[in-house]
């Protein structure tokens, strides 16, 4: 099976990952933000980590992060991921932090600290996916 017919993961959907996904096929990304204390949380979940309030809203992000760290795979796991490919720990600016990958260039030992932007990517399948790509 090749990279074209192979479909895309599924995301997981929890209790409350929906909001998320649809804004992500919708190409802006938005993230539970409290009303309470403002604190951003990924993943989503039912009560702020920071306060406990339950008041939470679906938020748009800026789509900017740093690259916390990276791995390159050179073994194939997924049919949709032909190796070599990369997996990101972006720390978005405005807190959490997401497992996603670099588009564009394979991360090396120069990536950590590096600025990033989000990017929505559409996989053979037509699932659309939020990656990254070097800001700088
Ligand atoms: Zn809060």
Redesign the pocket.
Same mark, same amino acid.
Do not use: F
């Given at each position: 099976m090749n990279a074209i017919e192979a479909k895309t993961p599924k995301p997981v959907m929890g209790l409350y990952d929906r909001p998320m996904w649809e804004s992500i096929s919708a190409r802006a990304m938005r993230l539970q933000r $409290?009303r309470? !204390?403002?604190?951003w949380q990924y993943p989503p979940g039912p009560s $702020?980590p920071? !306060?406990?309030?339950c008041e939470l809203e679906w938020t748009e992000v800026s789509g900017r992060g740093k690259i916390l760290s990276w791995v390159v795979f050179h073994r194939q796991y997924l049919p949709a991921y032909p190796a070599p490919y990369n997996s990101i720990a972006v720390r978005l600016a405005e807190g959490p932090t997401m497992i996603t990958n670099l588009e564009g260039a394979m991360p090396g030992a120069d990536s950590i600290g590096r600025d990033v932007r989000l990017v929505y990517v559409t996989m053979p399948d037509g699932m659309v996916l939020p990656r990254f790509e070097l800001a700088d």
């Open positions: $409290c309470a !204390c403002s604190a $702020c920071q !306060c406990l309030s």
